[in-house]
């Protein structure tokens, strides 16, 4: 289980910014749900960039995190880094399904707000969190999460 402040970071925030390796690194933000355990989840549209990036290269790195314009000591935030894993539909294991449809659920009650899941070329992206790296204004910490 990750530390407090990570989960707290990871459960009352809305998005984070991804990093994937291409030609170049690419950074877009995303939303994200936590599975309360060591993965993360986020869709994505088939076609998009951050997709084709993982299919080459699934090691993606996550930051989310919270500013305090007025007293940068409070800043604080996460880096999660992980291997990433694309459900791509008629391709999902018979035993998968409870899960994708679990974390569908988790995603869906999340953003309904805000986001719209009528969309067929989504795909569900899980990134297994291999380390965090957690800060407090400049007071860092890593943690390996064992696998």
């Known amino acids: 289980m990750l530390p407090y402040e990570v989960r707290v970071l990871l459960n ?4 984070g910014y991804l990093c994937t390796r291409g030609s170049y690194p690419h950074i877009t933000p995303i939303f994200f749900a936590y599975d309360q355990r060591e993965s993360l989840y986020f869709m994505s549209d088939f076609s998009s960039k951050k997709i084709r990036n993982i299919m080459k290269d699934p ?14 000591f409070n800043n604080e935030g996460v880096m999660v880094s992980g291997i990433a894993k694309i459900y791509l539909p008629g ?10 449809y679990t974390i569908y659920d988790l995603f869906k009650s999340k953003y309904s707000e805000f986001v719209e899941f009528e969309n067929g070329e989504d795909v569900i992206v899980e990134v297994g969190i291999w380390k965090v790296s957690y800060w407090k204004g400049p007071h860092f910490k890593t943690i390996r999460v064992k696998r």
């Open 12 to 15: 009352t925030n809305y998005f």
């Open 91 to 100: 391709e999902i294991e018979l035993d998968e399904y409870h899960d994708i």
């Open 59 to 72: 090691r993606v790195s996550l930051v989310v995190d919270v500013r305090d314009d007025s007293d940068p």
